[in-house]
Nanobody, 120 residues
Framework: QVQVVESGGGLVQAGGSLRLSCAASGSMFSIVAMGWYRQAPGKQRELVAAISVGGSTNYADSVKGRFTISRDNAKNTVYLQMNSLKPEDTAVYYC??????????????WGQGTRVTVSS
């Protein structure tokens, strides 16, 4: 059974930075894609970033240039470095294992989320 656990959320001022971590176990971490979704109040859940088995990355336009997804296969961990945070980034962030089909990322196993609040 796959276990996904996020950490690193919190409250930060606009313009600040935060780094989220996601530990995955119970699966072959090095052969699965990983991604981060978020859900903000009053908005649909959206894919923020994803990273393939080979290390290629994709980002939502709203975070491109500010967020960086990376993975450390030796530690079975994926990270989301968030810089230049805006109040619009306030959301619950969900880490997941997944896969790519037809150029799009799809999540398979989800963590329970970590809350990020960006104050103005």
């Amino acid at each position: 059974q796959v276990q996904v656990v996020e950490s690193g959320g919190g409250l930060v001022q606009a313009g600040g930075s935060l780094r989220l971590s996601c530990a995955a176990s119970g699966s072959m971490f090095s052969i699965v894609a990983m991604g981060w979704y978020r859900q903000a109040p009053g908005k649909q859940r959206e894919l923020v970033a994803a990273i393939s088995v080979g290390g290629s990355t994709n980002y939502a336009d709203s975070v491109k240039g500010r967020f960086t997804i990376s993975r450390d296969n030796a530690k079975n961990t994926v990270y989301l470095q968030m810089n230049s945070l805006k109040p619009e980034d306030t959301a619950v962030y969900y880490c997941n294992t997944g896969r790519y089909y037809s150029g799009s990322y799809y999540a398979d196993y989800w963590g329970q989320g970590t809350r990020v609040t960006v104050s103005s």
